[in-house]
């Protein structure tokens, strides 16, 4: 095929590419029906933060109104397909992480979350904290899975990391098991990932500080994982022992993995304007300022961050979408 590289035979150290070269036996369907203690279940508000694009390859709703999701679970691969009425969701599963996967589902759809103890400060976040009352923080419960997209967002426009997502997990990972829709895939294991040649980040368009922090990262993958069973701060720490994870990147991982409430995602190019427009009519804040006015949401400062962001309330922007370098110095 013109313009990819494609050997003839394996080559040592690359991983072979996502293909099913042979018919794949029916995977077994395990289903799990479970009624939150929350309150309504939004499943687009809960888990539209887990979507990397509109062509995300891990993640599709389709329009019966499911949500499908993969994930590389630590029992192996997993396909999700979860629907919900007012406080119910219905849940099937397929492959070697299903069962995993089904008993993660209360902490994915939120019922780890206590937005109970959240007391909005303003009006605006008033209004909205009042017309969004199925917001919950999801949970995956996995590090990697948001580790590395998000490393991919650093210092680049959304598009370029969504691009990078796609192509990366398409060409490395595996077809989604199970009933899911075509073009589905799981993302790489971690020794996958650390066996992409280097040609295939760049013909993703991702440089080598950025893949090179994914490599540091996917080295230590256990050590990583075992974020989920810490505290935000101490979660937040081990992420950033690897070079190239800074705060930006560590909040956006841990908001996805832990449910975070009180995470900011400091560093972004777009979020303390938005926050500084929205709370004090100031577009120019930085990040000094958006802490400052987020200070009475202590401990539950992302929830309000949220809350703005749906509101609606944002500047009209005169930038592309861009996340900053959130590389800490030394």
Known sequence: MAGRFTPRTHTPGRPP????????????????????????????????????????????????????????TPAGPATLRVTATRDTAHAEAWGEGAEWMLDQLPAMLGELDNPEVFEPRHRLVAETHRTRPGLRLTRTGLVLESLIPSVLEQKVTATEAYRAWRLLVRGFGEPAPGGAPEGMYVMP???????????????????????????????????????????????????????????????????????????????????????????????????????TLLAPYAGQRHRAARLILLSGRTPPRRAPRFQPNNIAPL
């Not at 018919?23 to 508000?45: I, N, Y």
């Open 17 to 72: 590419r996502a293909t099913a070269p042979h018919p794949r036996p029916p995977a077994r369907t395990r289903t799990r029906v479970w009624v939150t203690s929350k309150g309504p279940l939004d499943l687009p508000l809960v888990l539209g933060p887990l979507r990397r694009g509109p062509a995300d390859p891990t993640y599709r709703t389709t329009p019966d109104g499911a949500v499908w999701r993969t994930s590389r």
């Open 189 to 291: 294991d971690a020794r996958a990932w650390a066996m992409i040649p280097s040609w295939e980040w760049h013909r993703a368009g991702v440089d080598s500080k950025r893949s090179d922090t994914i490599m540091r990262a996917v080295r230590v993958a256990r050590r990583m994982e075992e974020a989920v069973a810490m505290d935000q701060e101490a979660a937040a720490a081990r992420l950033k022992v690897i070079p190239g994870i800074g705060p930006w990147t560590a909040a956006e991982t841990l908001q996805r993995a832990i449910g975070a409430p009180d995470l900011v995602t400091v560093g972004d190019l777009h979020l303390p304007g938005i926050i500084g427009h929205a709370l004090a009519g100031n577009r120019r804040a930085d990040d000094a300022e958006m802490l």
